[in-house]
């Protein structure tokens, strides 16, 4: 199981962080991905980590706002979000597998997702 934190509301132009992390499992043997879903709109990748440790991809829309990390000891993946926009809210989900990319269906271990809503 996967378990994200971190989401709420903020004012455009703010900052959150989310966290993932898993049960029984240690994050350093996966690759870490987030993912996102607006009302109305289909899912959309938004940041992965290889599970090298240092292997990264964004999505063009949030390159240079977001950043995804790891740290072991706590056992946590992280996205810190700066520079939210309206257009960033949505539900955002924490996804883990093996392999590592842009798509949905390499990552086997979902988490349940955290509300983010960018709002003045």
């Known amino acids: 199981q996967w378990v994200e934190s971190g989401g709420g509301l903020v004012r455009p132009g703010g900052s959150l962080s989310l966290s993932c992390t898993p049960s029984?499992?240690?994050?350093?043997?996966?690759?870490v991905a987030w993912f996102r879903q607006a009302p109305g709109k289909e899912r959309e990748f938004v940041a992965a980590?290889?599970?090298?440790?240092?292997?990264?991809l964004y999505a063009d829309s949030v390159k240079g706002r977001f950043a995804i990390s790891r740290d072991n000891t706590e056992n946590t993946a992280y996205l810190q979000m700066n520079s939210l926009q309206p257009e960033d809210t949505a539900v955002y989900y924490c996804?883990?597998?093996?392999?590592?990319?842009?798509?949905?269906?390499?990552?086997?271990?979902w988490g349940q997702g955290t509300q983010v809503t960018v709002s003045s």
């Open positions: 996804a883990a597998g093996r392999t590592y990319g842009r798509q949905a269906g390499l990552y086997d271990d």
């Open positions: 029984g499992r240690a994050i350093s043997t996966y690759s």
């Open positions: 980590l290889h599970r090298n440790g240092y292997s990264t």
